[in-house]
Nanobody, 123 residues
Framework: VQLQASGGGQVQPGGSLRLSCAAS????????MAWFRQAPGKEREFVAR????????SYSDSVKGRFTISRDNSKNTAYLEMNTLKPEDTAVYYC?????????????????WGQGTQVTVSS
């Protein structure tokens, strides 16, 4: 599948953003999705993942309770709702997909990547 991420921007600490990831191509097969992020000078890190049906989700400890991942397979789109944003959430956010029911928590677990969308949390 091909992925297109959108929804990034600049927001003040404590604010909210919703990222979207639209999939196209071979969306007729089962594919798991995830969000990762990469801050300047740091490695790409896992944020959240969701299973094909949406029934299984998991989060990194740093975003648990603040971020929510979801998907709408009728629209071939995944979302990342981000609340109570902190300056340390500033990064380029990437959506990822891989064939199967659920993916892992490492970048190597995913075959397909979107182009990234910048999220900046600053006053």
């Amino acid at each position: 599948v091909q992925l297109q991420a959108s929804g990034g921007g600049q927001v003040q600490p404590g604010g909210s953003l919703r990222l979207s990831c639209a999939a196209s191509g071979r969306t007729d097969r089962e594919y798991a999705m995830a969000w990762f992020r990469q801050a300047p000078g740091k490695e790409r890190e896992f944020v959240a993942r969701i299973s094909w049906t949406g029934g299984i989700t998991s989060y990194s400890d740093s975003v648990k309770g603040r971020f929510t991942i979801s998907r709408d397979n009728s629209k071939n789109t995944a979302y990342l709702e981000m609340n109570t944003l902190k300056p340390e959430d500033t990064a380029v956010y990437y959506c990822a997909a891989t064939p199967g029911v659920i993916g892992g928590t490492f970048p190597v677990n995913y075959e397909n990547w979107g182009q990234g969308t910048q999220v900046t949390v600053s006053s």
